[in-house]
């Protein structure tokens, strides 16, 4: 864990080398994304994607590899080699990783980052029916009935963090494991599961049925679509606080400079007002930064799953 933190620090191969000898891209470009089509990280991809290749003159092709929490993606992005293919990824999975496998089965050194695009909106749903209208009121109700209510997550570092928020609070609330998000929510608006922590977006129908009441978002900025919606930290619980960062990768290979101009293109599309609304729709709060800004992030991540790992006494894996 120290050799992987320690690679988080340094910056992701953030080296200086030599500018490109020839104008980038001089071909389509790809974008491997670690989740399915219309995940909101998907659609996000797709709209800047489709705004780049206007800019560049070239194709942007939107790749889905999902599967194995970002893994499959990862790999394919690695072994492709190639500084006209990015991954483009939440980056929340990369942290837990080595709390999940005795071996971490990447190199984090093989990653480059090149822009920060989004903070995906993370929420805590409950059903309607429980009649909870805040996170206190949530604590509340599991202390004064332990083991008795039941929780679900996407992704498994959201996961990880609520397991070790309940820990560190002496609460007693078991988890149900879910292959299909879409079941979890349907049993949260049943009652079958009492609590819900992932993106915003997935539980915004069964919300606008009355069904599921969202009690707070973990993001350290409040959703720009959901605005009445307080974070966890004006909630007055801090330790629950997670950004779903999402951003864009290259390989190691990438000149410093070519990804800094990839970053200011990210920036200027995403900062369009036409496509900055269409992104909060989606349930992204919109937030560009460079290969510094995006790396910093993910280390402040890192650090923070780690002190989580800590606490639920699990020791990581290798690199």
Not at 4 to 19: E, H, K, M, N, S
Not at 50 to 58: R, S, V
Not at 78 to 104: C, M, R, V, W
């Amino acid at each position: 864990m120290r050799k992987f933190i320690a690679a988080a620090v340094a910056g992701f191969a953030l080296l200086t080398a030599p500018a490109p000898a020839s104008a980038w891209p001089e071909r389509n470009v790809r974008f491997i994304v670690s989740l399915g089509p219309g995940s909101g990280v998907d659609l996000t991809a797709r709209l800047v994607g489709e705004a780049l290749a206007k800019k560049w003159g070239q194709s942007v092709v939107v790749e889905n590899r999902p599967g194995g929490d970002g893994i499959v993606a990862i790999n394919a992005f690695i072994a492709a080699n190639d500084d006209h293919i990015l991954l483009f990824t939440p980056t929340g999975a990369y942290a837990s990783h080595p709390f999940q496998h005795e071996k971490i089965p990447y190199d984090l050194n093989q990653l480059a980052p090149i822009a920060r695009v989004t903070n995906t909106i993370v929420a805590i749903g409950v059903p309607a029916s429980l009649g909870v209208n805040s996170v206190k009121e949530l604590v509340a109700k599991i202390k004064a009935e332990p083991g008795k209510l039941n929780f679900a997550a996407a992704t498994a570092t959201n996961e990880f963090l609520f397991r070790g928020y309940l820990k560190e609070m002496g609460l007693n609330m078991p988890k149900v494991p879910y292959r299909d998000t879409v079941s979890a929510i349907n049993d949260l608006g049943e009652n079958r599961i009492q609590a819900y922590v992932g993106a915003y977006a997935i539980m915004r129908p069964q919300v606008q049925s009355g069904r599921v009441k969202m009690l707070a978002v973990t993001n350290k900025q409040r959703a720009k679509g959901a605005p009445d919606l307080p974070t966890v930290t004006e909630a007055g619980e801090p330790k629950l606080t997670f950004d779903g960062l999402v951003g864009i990768f290259g390989p190691t290979k990438m000149p410093a400079n070519l990804r800094e101009k990839i970053a200011a293109d990210v920036r200027d599309v995403v900062n369009d007002p036409e496509i900055n609304a269409k992104l909060v729709a989606t349930g992204q709060n919109v937030s560009p930064g460079g290969p510094a800004e995006f790396a910093a992030e993910m280390n402040a991540q890192i650090q923070e799953v780690a002190r989580v790992g800590k606490e639920l006494d699990i020791r990581p894996g290798q690199n």
